[in-house]
């Protein structure tokens, strides 16, 4: 009997320990796609952890992913958010700080998006063709 609850003590923890490390590895878990391109076989996406971009300062990630969804290197990138001149409102650029993470192709960008509304993502990056850009539709809200 005690042998037994040992053993069954041992097997919970162990369980426990391995939930632990599991949460401790996957923040990327909590992050909703915002929006997501293609270019050639490289896949872009935006993220966050509200899956939105709020007009204000947003912490975002910006990922380079392969055909088969792995993360890829990527040796440089840009990315800014562009909103073009309506009436008498100038033309709008918020360029993102770039930082590079633990995962390859993988970086934070933070940005501070002026207004609410419709913007341009427009993406720069190192692709096997040379430099290439994207550019998506995104909203903030
Ligand atoms: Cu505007």
Redesign the pocket.
């Known amino acids: 009997m005690r042998i037994r609850t040992t053993v069954i003590l041992i097997a919970i923890a162990s369980f426990l320990l391995m939930l632990a490390a599991c949460g401790r590895s996957g923040p990327s878990n909590n992050e909703k796609i915002i929006k997501s391109t293609k270019s050639g076989d490289i896949t872009i996406s935006l993220s966050s952890a509200s899956g939105e971009i709020r007009s204000g300062e947003n912490d975002l990630m910006l990922s380079f992913t392969g055909a088969s969804g792995k993360p890829i290197d990527m040796p440089a990138a840009s990315l800014k958010f562009h909103?073009?001149?309506?009436g008498a409102?100038a033309e709008?650029n918020e360029v993102a700080a770039l930082t590079t993470t633990g995962t390859p192709g993988k970086f934070q960008a933070r940005v501070n998006v002026e207004?609410a509304?419709s913007w341009e993502a427009m993406i720069s990056f190192q692709g096997p063709r040379g430099t290439e850009q994207a550019t998506m539709s995104v909203n903030a809200k």
Request: charge should be neutral; aromatic fraction near 0%; hydrophobic fraction near 75%.
């Open positions: 909103m073009p001149a309506m409102m709008m207004v509304g």
